[in-house]
Structures are given as structure tokens and as C-alpha cells.
């Protein structure tokens, strides 16, 4: 791709919204993995990755494994959070490494980088590489816990050496996470790769795994916490965690503890999903949110039912936004699905349609993904708040397909045959919307009434 059009793409990447951004990246990096479209994959990553990062200018970070600053920051990858959507305990910004990295090699600890870019030209990713990888990242540990914790008459100068305040904000715990890598290794050991059911059983296991003095800090128990959040096939799961150090799902027990932390995280976490369904909504992406919805339904569900939240509580209100949001969000999209269906299948007058009229097949499949769009709602629609709106919008529809469809196979058995291209149009859209909403056997049904009602009119035309 030549300069020009990399640069156009890369300015319109950067006007799309941070969630956006966030979705089309994990979207592409799963195609990667699985081999479709590397190339242009590769491309469109490279391009978000800059937009994310800040870091146009600046190519040192590189996908490398021999790479200084990447070998440094792996351990933080579990916590690396690539959006501008706000961070959580439990996440760092992607966008903080570079500016840090810029200042270890500045003042930090350009002896240390030095002596660990010697030690790289010598070692084998098995052996020594790893020794001085760990040495590297404890150095670099120590100079970052020192300047985001110096005395009071030189803190806020040193610090806005490192970078901007979001920088800033990710410095301590990014030198905490670094210098407790064994401990959250070893954590992550001892975890199964995937927790289905976070039951008693793997409650215990994972608390056990807990026992280590150095995660149950304040700074370190979110990363700790995250890490199991991770595994869950329910990652709202992790408050059972909380729940049991409590012993009580009384809100004002469960946020005494240093566990009441996961509560943060599980809220958090409903709220990002929850933003991205509201862009995908608001851009016409439809092909996640069956799984957002049930992310969505069955964190809300459980949060509900798993905890006595009071509703003028923080985490009350914060659960209450999270609900009342997706509601309007969806209540919004879902009312405006039956206009778009009428005005593709609203049946005209021979003398309003037009010669060469024809029927947009994009906003068929627009309209059949909203068609999709309002009948898994209607699987999630009573905890979300859109249980009316849903099942009266799905049964209008039914209702008006299924005599549109009619009425339209109807019309291909006579009228004008100027117009009778336009009607089989209109027909092939209603059987695409009765596949969605009656199914495969009642679309083919159609079909084939469809079929014959063409071949018996011109068969009746031939006759006479």
C-alpha cells in the first residue's frame, strides 16, 4: 500500500471511537490466528496499534522476541488494557510502556538497558536470556517504584519527566507488577487454563492460590484478582471471591474486605461490554451482540441476585447504569425495526414504481440482521429492561411479514409486467425476513408459492 493510502487509512481509523477501536483490534488479531487475510490484518493492526499507542514516531517497541523494551514489559501483557476507555485496578495502559521505557533509557536505568542489550547479544531465548531478562526487569522495577515514590520537594518534577498523567498513574503499579512477576507466575500456575463453573470447589482452590503475602497488598490483590478473572468462562464470577471472604453477600461486608475489589472489577468490566454494544449498535455492527447481550444478561443476573446491593449505593447505582444504558441503547434500535422493514416490503401501486426500480440488497441485509438483532433480544430482554418492547416488536413483525409475503406472492400472479421485476424483489426480500423470523422450512414454503405463482402467470399469458 503506497504512503497516501496507508495515511488515509490510518486517519480514518483514528476517528472511530475508542471501543471501536478496541473491538476492530481484538477482532483482527483472532484473524491472525486463524490465517484469513494476514496481510491486510497485519496492515490494519499495525496502523490501530499507533493510533492506540501514541507511538507513530517511535518503532523501538517491535514484535520482536529479542526486543529490549518487549522482553522488559511481558510480564504485563495479562494487564495491558488497548483502549482509551478509562482503566480499572487490574489494568495498565498499553500507551503508558512507551513513554516509560523512553525514561529508563533517558535517566531511569540506562545502565541497566545497557547491560541488558549486551547480555541479549550473548544469551538463547533458554538460558541466559531469561536470567537477564529477570535482572533487567528487577532494575527497572526498583528505579520505577523509586521516582513514583520520591520525597515531597522533588515528586511532581520527576514525575513529569516520565510522562503525562495517565503515564504517571500506571508508573507505581506497572514497577509493582514487575517486581512481583514470580509470585503472579506462580499464581497463574496453579489456576486451570479455563474455570467453567466458579463453584465452592474452585473458590477454594483459587483462594488457596492466593496465599501468597506479596498479592495481598492493596496494589497487587487487583492483578492477582484479574488474573483468575481471566480464566472464567463468567469473568463476573470473580465476586464470588469476595462474597466468600466476607462470608455475607451484604454489600457493606463484602466492600469492607481488601476482596470487596472484584466487585470493582466485575462492574467495570459489564460497563466496557456494554459501551462497545452501544457502538457496535450505533454503527450498524450486529455480529457480536448476541455474545455482548449474554456477557451482558448474565453479569446483571448475577450481580442481582449474588449480592444485596442498595440501590443508592456506588456499586448499586453503578449496576443500575449499566442496565438502564443497554436498555436505552436497545430499546432505541429495536423500535426502529419495523419502519425498515415496511419501506422494503410496503406494496405500491403499479403506476408509483418506477421503470428500473430496484431494491438495494445491502439494506435487505441490514434490515435482516435487525430482523436477527430483535429476536436474541428477546432472550435477554427481562433482566436488560426491554421485555415489553421486545416481544410486541417481534410479533408486529411476524404478523407483518408473514401477510407482506403473502400479499406480495399474491401480486406476481398478475399486474403489469413492467413492474413485476420489482415485485419478485420485494418477494425475494419477505423470504429472506421469513427465514429469520419462521425459519429455513416455512422461507423455502414461500419459495416455492413464489415460483409458482410466476410460472402459473406465464403460463396462463401463453394460454390466452
Not at 444504558?325 to 415496511?342: F, H, K, Y
Request: net charge neutral.
Amino acid at each position: 500500500m503506497s504512503q497516501k493510502s496507508t495515511e488515509r487509512l490510518r486517519d480514518y481509523l483514528a476517528q472511530l471511537p475508542p471501543q471501536s477501536q478496541a473491538l476492530l483490534m481484538r477482532e483482527l488479531e483472532r484473524a491472525v490466528e486463524r490465517g484469513d487475510d494476514v496481510a491486510v490484518a497485519n496492515l490494519v493492526l499495525e496502523q490501530l496499534r499507533k493510533i492506540v499507542r501514541g507511538a507513530e514516531e517511535d518503532e523501538r517497541i517491535e514484535p520482536r522476541s529479542d526486543d529490549p523494551a518487549r522482553l522488559l514489559f511481558r510480564p504485563l501483557e495479562p494487564f495491558l488494557a488497548e483502549t482509551n476507555f478509562p482503566t480499572r485496578p487490574g489494568q495498565l495502559r498499553r500507551a503508558s510502556l512507551l513513554p516509560i521505557w523512553q525514561w529508563l533509557a533517558r535517566e531511569g536505568a540506562p545502565e541497566a538497558i545497557s547491560e541488558f542489550e549486551a547480555a541479549l547479544a550473548a544469551a538463547t531465548e533458554s538460558g541466559p536470556m531469561e536470567i537477564a531478562a529477570r535482572k533487567f526487569q528487577l532494575a527497572a522495577a526498583e528505579a520505577i517504584i523509586k521516582v513514583a515514590a520520591p520525597t515531597q520537594d522533588d515528586r511532581q518534577r520527576a514525575l513529569s519527566r516520565v510522562g503525562p498523567p495517565s503515564v504517571v498513574e500506571d508508573l507505581l503499579p506497572i514497577g509493582l507488577v514487575l517486581q512481583a512477576r514470580e509470585a503472579l507466575e506462580t499464581l497463574g500456575s496453579r489456576l486451570p487454563s479455563q474455570i467453567r463453573v466458579f463453584a465452592d470447589s474452585q473458590i477454594a482452590s483459587a483462594m488457596d492460590a492466593l496465599k501468597l503475602p506479596s498479592l495481598q497488598t492493596p496494589q497487587l490483590l487487583p492483578f492477582a484478582l484479574s488474573l483468575i478473572a481471566q480464566r472464567l468462562a463468567a469473568p463476573w464470577q470473580i465476586i464470588r471471591l469476595a462474597i466468600k471472604m466476607a462470608a455475607s453477600d451484604d454489600e457493606l461486608r463484602v466492600a469492607a474486605t481488601p476482596y470487596g475489589i472484584a466487585v470493582t472489577i466485575a462492574l467495570h468490566d459489564l460497563s466496557f461490554v456494554a459501551a462497545c454494544l452501544r457502538t457496535d449498535i450505533r454503527r450498524g455492527h450486529f455480529d457480536y451482540v448476541g455474545e455482548q447481550l449474554k456477557t451482558l444478561h448474565d453479569g446483571v443476573r448475577g450481580l442481582r441476585t449474588e449480592l444485596d446491593l442498595r440501590n443508592d449505593s456506588t456499586w448499586g447505582r453503578q449496576l443500575t447504569s449499566v442496565r438502564a444504558d443497554t436498555s436505552n441503547a436497545l430499546q432505541s434500535e429495536i423500535d426502529s425495526v419495523p419502519g425498515r422493514v415496511r419501506r422494503i416490503l410496503r406494496q405500491r401501486a403499479d403506476k408509483d414504481i418506477t421503470a428500473g426500480a430496484k431494491i438495494d440488497a445491502s439494506e435487505v441485509e441490514d434490515a435482516a440482521a435487525l430482523i436477527d438483532f430483535v429476536a436474541v433480544c428477546r432472550t435477554y430482554a427481562s433482566e436488560l429492561a426491554i421485555n415489553e418492547v421486545t416481544l410486541r416488536t417481534f410479533s408486529d413483525l411476524q404478523h407483518y411479514v408473514e401477510q407482506s409475503t403473502e400479499g406480495l406472492v399474491q401480486s406476481l400472479r398478475g399486474g403489469d409486467a413492467r413492474v413485476r421485476a420489482f415485485r419478485q424483489q420485494q418477494v425475494k426480500a419477505a423470504i429472506r425476513f421469513c427465514e429469520v423470523l419462521f425459519g429455513h422450512d416455512y422461507a423455502s414454503l414461500m419459495n416455492r408459492a413464489a415460483e409458482n405463482a410466476v410460472t402459473g402467470e406465464r403460463k396462463s399469458s401463453r394460454a390466452g
